[in-house]
């Protein structure tokens, strides 16, 4: 066999819309929506199948507006979604061919993937899809005695012996296929998950990849295929298999200084991020994160060179939680005056100059502009540091182009390295949230 030629060049032209677009939203839907205690409870409560049955009988989010998901994701400031195609649980939110565990079977009766499509598409949304390999209702899917599985004390039922490992994974490669093939151009593809000694290969995974590839040329894909939560993955090592994946995926957690291959380039990755404590509908759950955190984390992945994808869980009806909404809403108000400070941006490391975090925020950077985020008020000059003030062409203010001038105190003569932006006597910024301060770098 032919040794697996990574192609930069094709890497780089495909991951250019998402290192520019930054933010999307992720989607958690399934009938694990209904009993509303989150999408692992078959494994936490170690519920077998026929107690939950009765949720896909019943399954009818009658509510299901694709389009009024998809305008909030806009409103947001959202460039991209990803939705659960099929879950751990096996349920397909698509008309696959191979199970009639799916939507189109149920109450609903819809495709709800092809709903997804249609509607993010309609708003102008690069569109992608999430796609267990781990599957709990597959009858060849290893499901006893193992720690992802629904464990159950039924010593009949609670064996491995009789599954067949390749039926279950002729089948999973099947569902790739169709969804790979019916929905015409899809811009992502989410892989979950690897875990201990199912890696790689166990998945079959060249083989998967080669026809993803055949089928969705330009398709980007995470790493999940081959790694779980230790190491990076093998585009990391500089060594990519040929189901490397193109992207990280930190989950819950933004990485503390980004994150960068073994030669020391930057790598492109994704922080999945809850907005409370749950990434399926979980009615009890209303621990959500204020949406200015959010806004902060937002601008601390694009800081480190990230990306942040963050979810939503519609109830049963269909709806995102109102409390969900309110968070997007406030996060667009945001975004609409200050997205030029997150898309097409990255680190301010690698710039013109060499410039410093500050106390009072982060930075991120689109070329020779640096953003200065200020989470707090300065009490006067606010310090740019490793800015010298004849290297400034122009100071903004992001949120209304208001011209900030240099402060003419004393620092100056002290600090020739640091600029120092004078934002006025008041001693509230003009966005308490996070007043982005542009500021545009000259040749020397
Ligand atoms: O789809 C979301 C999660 O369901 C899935 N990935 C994201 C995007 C995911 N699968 N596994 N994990 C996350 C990590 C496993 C965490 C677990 Fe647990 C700890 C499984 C059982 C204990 C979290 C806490 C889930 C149930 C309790």
């Not at 193992?146 to 490992?165: C, I, K, T």
């Not at 073994?262 to 509908?281: F, H, K, Q, R, S």
């Not at 003419?408 to 006597?425: C, E, K, M, R, V």
Request: glycine fraction near 8%; proline fraction near 7%.
């Amino acid at each position: 066999m032919l040794a697996y030629q990574f192609d930069r060049e094709r890497y780089n032209r495909r991951m250019k819309w998402y290192l520019h677009d930054r933010f999307g939203m992720f989607i958690h839907f399934g009938i694990y929506s209904i009993p509303a205690r989150g999408e692992w409870l078959r494994s936490t409560e170690e519920m077998p199948e026929e107690l939950y049955l009765p949720y896909f009988e019943e399954f009818n989010p009658y509510a299901l507006d694709a389009r009024a998901w998809a305008r909030a994701a806009k409103r947001a400031g959202m460039r991209y979604a990803v939705l659960t195609s099929k879950h751990h649980d096996g349920f397909c939110l698509f008309d696959t061919k191979t199970t009639d565990f799916k939507s189109t079977n149920t109450p609903y009766g819809r495709d709800i993937v092809a709903d997804f499509l249609d509607a993010f598409r309609a708003e102008g949304i690069r569109v992608g899809l999430y796609y267990s390999v781990i599957d709990w209702h597959h009858p060849d899917f290893p499901q006893y005695g193992d720690r992802q599985a629904p464990l159950r004390n039924d010593p009949v039922a609670g064996s491995n012996e009789h599954r067949v490992f390749d039926r279950y994974l002729d089948y999973m490669h099947e569902q790739v296929r169709e969804i790979c093939t019916n929905y015409g151009k899809l811009d992502l593809l989410w892989f979950d998950f690897s875990y201990d000694d199912m890696r790689g290969e166990k998945w079959r995974a060249t083989e998967l990849m080669n026809m993803v590839r055949e089928l969705q040329p330009d398709v980007i894909t995470n790493n999940r295929l081959e790694v779980s939560g230790e190491g990076f993955g093998s585009l990391a090592q500089c060594d990519p298999t040929p189901y490397h994946g193109d992207f990280v995926t930190p989950e819950r957690i933004i990485p503390p200084n980004g994150l960068f291959d073994v030669e020391g380039n930057p790598l492109a990755w994704e922080a999945c991020i809850t907005m409370n404590d749950n990434w399926g509908y979980f009615s009890h759950d209303t621990n959500f994160k204020p949406a200015p955190m959010l806004i902060h984390k937002l601008v601390e992945c694009v800081s480190k060179g990230g990306n942040l994808i963050l979810n939503v869980g519609p109830d049963a009806t269909g709806r995102i939680p109102d409390q969900s909404l309110a968070i997007l809403d406030e996060i667009g108000r945001w975004m609409e005056r200050n997205s030029a400070s997150i898309y097409g941006c990255g680190p301010a490391a690698g710039g013109p100059l060499e410039v410093e975090r500050p106390e009072y925020g982060r930075i991120t950077r689109n070329g020779d502009t640096y953003y200065f985020h200020l989470y707090e008020n300065a009490l006067g000059p606010m310090p740019l540091l490793g800015v010298p003030k004849e290297r400034i062409a122009s100071m903004r203010l992001l949120r209304d182009g208001t011209e900030v001038q240099l402060s003419n105190s004393w620092t100056h003569s002290d600090y020739p390295n640091i600029a120092f932006a004078d934002l006025g006597p008041s001693p509230v910024l003009p966005d308490p949230v996070d007043t982005v301060l542009a500021v545009k770098i000259k040749e020397a």
